[in-house]
């Protein structure tokens, strides 16, 4: 189905640089992550196919080093397998969902001399009011505030922005 999962692909052992970007992984533990957010992605092939569509096109790559949820960089899915054993199908799908958006409205090539960070919260409210209006996935996920707030509703980030903390 997706070659993150199959082992047969990877045999070669991993450089000492890609090891500190990834992190040391027990093979159970990513295949269960993965296993999990493979799930997700054909839950949104089945029932929100613009979704589904994309996140097949993204590869899913481990960063339990560095990254605490999930992250994107257009190309690749980032995930914490610790982050993604603790929910559901359906709030994998809403992160899934989420990191897609982003991809969607180039978030990262818009940011300019903006906060990285106030940028990101407001880009945020923006993706994720849209993905709770439109019921994609569960929006209630542990240890993460989802920003949807129905007066930012089709707006930018930047407009949020702007708003909100300029």
């Not at 929100?48 to 996140?55: E, I, Q, T, V, Y």
């Not at 991809?103 to 818009?110: A, I, K, L, P, S």
Request: net charge positive; aromatic share 10%.
């Amino acid at each position: 189905m997706s070659d993150v999962i199959d082992k047969s692909k990877s045999k070669k052992k991993r450089s000492a640089k890609f090891e500190n970007l990834i992190g040391p992984m027990d093979p159970k533990i990513d295949a269960q992550a993965r296993e999990k957010l493979v799930t997700a992605r054909i839950g949104l092939l089945l029932r929100h196919s613009f979704f589904g569509n994309l996140a097949t096109r993204l590869t899913l790559t481990n960063a339990d080093e560095w990254c605490s949820t999930a992250a994107t960089d257009g190309r690749k899915i980032y995930f914490n397998r610790e982050f993604f054993e603790k929910l559901t199908v359906k709030q994998v799908e809403f992160v899934i969902a989420h990191e897609i958006m982003h991809n969607v409205f180039d978030h990262m090539g818009r940011r300019e001399s903006r906060d990285p960070q106030i940028f990101n919260i407001a880009a945020d409210y923006c993706v994720n009011g849209q993905l709770v209006r439109d019921k994609i996935g569960a929006h209630n996920v542990p240890d993460i505030k989802i920003f949807p707030d129905p007066k930012h509703y089709g707006k930018s980030a930047e407009q949020i922005y702007d708003e909100i903390f300029d």
